[in-house]
Every structure is written in C-alpha cells, then in structure tokens.
C-alpha cells in the first residue's frame, strides 16, 4: 500500500492528458446512440442514463434510452433523479472529513469518543471495541464490523413490507442481533453498510443537524451547484425536480420502497447523474476538501479489495486508464477519470444488468478516445 505523501506526490506528476479531438457537436449523438444500443440488445434492461463531463472540451452531456417506469411506458430523461445507494458514502466521507479538517474529530480516534452513547452500548454488547475501533477504520471497512444488509430476514423485507419505515437504531440491533463482528479491528476488509450508518449518527452528532442538511452544509451542494441532490425525506426535494425514475431488481419495481431501508449513511441521496458526476468532479478537482492532502488521505487505498478501496471512494482501471468513484446496490456508478480529463456516471434501472456497467464506461471512455 503506498504511502500518502507517496500517493501526493504521483497525483501532482499527472498531467491530465486531453483526449482524441472529437468536435463537441459529435459527442451528444454519439452517447445516445450509445445508450440506445445498449438497451435495444439487452431486453431485460428498462432503462439506461449517463453523464458525462469533460475537462477538455469544457462540457457536460446526460443522455437516457429506455423506460423510466416499464408498467406505464414512461420513457426515461436523463434529467431524472435516481436513488444512488452506496454512492452516497463518498459523500458522508468527505462530510467526515471536513470535519477532520475543522478539528471536530481525527481519524485516528476511537469510535466510541464519539458515538451516541446508546450506539456505542449497543455495539459493545454484540462484542464490538469500539474504544479500538477508529474512524479511519470504519471509512475504510476495515473496523470488524458486519452489516445488517446481509441479515436475510433484512432484505426480505424490501418485498414482504416496502413502505416499512426503518430508524437507524433499528438497522443496528438488526446488526448485534443477528451477526457477529467479522474479526478484530484492523485485520481485514470487510464492506459495512453499518459503518456509515455509524458515521452518519456521528456527523450528526457533531454538527447538530439532521444528516442531510449537515452533509449538505459540510460538502458544499450549493457552492458546487448541486442544486437537484439531496437526501429522501430527511430533507425537501428540490422545487421543480423531475420525477424519480423507477429502477428494479430483477422486474420488481422498487419506487415505493420507503427510502429508510438504506438512508442513514450507507444510502440516502437521491440525484440525477449529471449531478454525482458534477460532485466527483468537484472532489478530485480540489473543491470540496480544503486541502490536498486530505483528498489524498482519502485517495490512498487501505486494502487491496475493490481495486484499493480508500476512504469512502475506491480506484478502478478501465481501458487502461485509472479512475476513483464508488457504485450503488441500484444500479449506479460514478467514476472520474484524472488523466483523461473525464468524469462518466451511469446508471442502470434494474439492478441485475450492474455487472455490465464498468463495459458501458468503458465504451463512453472509447467516445473520447481515451485508453486502450
């Protein structure tokens, strides 16, 4: 693993690279026919949205193909918001670290310094140390901890009661009450839906506000012109936001799954494409974190998995070329591309076409001559 000032010192050497000339005017009709393709071969595929932005031309396009809602034959607009699960934590990690930057927390300290206190007597019955434990730890999936997610009974529920309205204390006795901790802290990687969860209690606890509005207010959403994110029902949705696009699990629609079943952390932002592409982009550009060297904090891998899972955010190779971003259980995937100067979100409706979705980002990146 290399070290962070090693990692700082190859991230200032890069010099973003444009890519092949393609006029400006070519690349909307070239993404749509793009997506068009894609869900005319692929018939269990509702529907398809990408955003793209690049650094060379300047620009950012969102195109869709498809159906947004299959029973009604609503066709899919790129502008329409999606909820984009796990993509969220990227956002809580850099919310954590504004923190660390203010000095309201290090990530070195002990889970429980700062936990509310019900939380961490919660965890230490189920055998967790949560005076061992560190933020970096639960950043990173390395803290031990399991995650109720992977409670059968847990998912179950998205069919047998969707509109079941989840509190985030529940989530974790689903957790000590169920499962074990997966190891000492430290020793292993091990994704937790949980731990975000945790961090989100935390964020909360030490700002004063409800989740949303606190990470909205640490990342900058308004500065940055997020102006169609934010957090289900935990905050209003934007005036004048299109209607949240329907996406599925294998056929089941899952619209009118109350948004608690993952909302506390792990989950909870909803947003069209073109907006997580607008944050990543922000991110590794320098404008969300104050300094540089805690975006390479959060850069730097800790583990192996996931192609170096850092800090809320994890490195994936595409057609040869290095990116950071993270993905959702629904569909969704963001991932900025430094040395190509590109940033490519996609999102696919139904969650059991996810596994194509590093080919189709590798098919944008081919748009923009980028890679092998």
Known sequence: MPSVLLLTALLHTVVPQPPAAIPADRIAPALQRLADSIVAARPRLPGLIIAVESRAHGRR??????MSDTARRVPLRPEQPVRIASNTKTYVAAAVLRLVEQGKLSLADPLATHLPPELDALLRGDGYRTDVITIEQVLSHRAGLHEHPAVPSY???????PQYRWTREEQLRWLVDSLAPVGPPGAQFRYSDSGYTLLGAIVERLTGMPLGPAVRRLVGFESLGLRHTWWETLEAAPPGIADRAHQYLSGFDSYAIDPSFDLYGGGGIA?????VAQFLTALLDGRVLAQRLTLDTMLAPRSTEMAGYGLGIYGTVVRGVRGYGHSGFWGTSAVVFPEAGVTVAVAVTDQAEFRQITSFIGEVLRIFGAGS
């Open 61 to 66: 396009w969102s195109v869709a193909a498809g």
């Open 271 to 275: 947003a069209p494409m073109s907006d």
């Open 155 to 161: 998912a179950a529920r998205l069919r047998t009661a």
